[in-house]
């Protein structure tokens, strides 16, 4: 295995969950966390559930930095009252009989249950290796709304790919759910870009 060129090499990625009861500022708190520690959050989601919420954080810092916050994340949990996850994370690598890029594509369609599943069926079926995927339901108001999924995924590709082939049933996958391919499968110059 080999590393992939879009790695950083002065840069690392984690992961930061909090899990617990909701309350005001909780985003900030994670936020100042990762600022005090030198990082840049490159995406977050942070969703309510009843009472409960869940705040996630992809973080990149420099390594020092990132193994200081995962010594320092007990504060986090004492300042929340959440349950605290941090992940330091490493470049993907290339397995063997891959491609060393990252390849990426970006569809937007009716939402339905499944969907994700019979995406990643056909991601399977072509031996495409899922580095990253973001997955997002949205109204779009109207006289009559309409529920839509986003998705986007980057992946590997296998180093023999049919590329007709699987662009051909991508494309039927969003025809039978009145869809757009919003961005080809193309390949994409490392993972912060996509997001």
């Given amino acids: 295995m080999t590393t992939s060129p879009s790695a950083n090499l002065e840069k690392q990625h984690a992961a930061l969950w909090l899990i617990g009861s909701d309350m005001p500022g909780l985003l ?10 030198n990082g840049n959050i490159d995406k977050d989601i942070a969703d309510k559930f009843g009472e409960s919420a869940v705040v996630f954080m992809s973080v990149t810092a420099d390594p020092k930095d990132i193994e200081q916050m ?45 969907l994700i599943a019979e995406i990643s069926e056909i991601v399977d079926q072509f031996g495409m290796l899922i580095v990253g995927h973001t997955g997002e339901r949205r109204v779009v108001p109207g006289p009559r709304p309409l ?20 662009n051909q049933k991508l494309g ?11 961005t080809p499968l193309r390949v994409v110059p490392g993972l912060l870009w996509w997001w």
Avoid: W
């Fill in 28 to 37: 900030r708190l994670g936020a100042e966390f990762v600022r005090n520690h």
């Fill in 70 to 114: 995962d010594k320092d994340k007990g504060s986090l949990k004492d300042a929340s009252g959440c349950g605290v996850v941090f992940q330091p994370m490493q470049e993907p690598t290339v397995p063997e009989g891959y491609q060393p890029d990252l390849y990426g594509f970006d569809i937007v369609t009716d939402d339905k249950a499944g």
């Fill in 147 to 166: 529920i839509q999924g986003g998705q986007k995924f980057i992946v590997m590709l296998p180093g023999e790919f049919d590329y007709a082939g699987f």
């Fill in 172 to 182: 039927d996958i969003v025809k039978n759910h009145n869809g757009q391919t919003v």
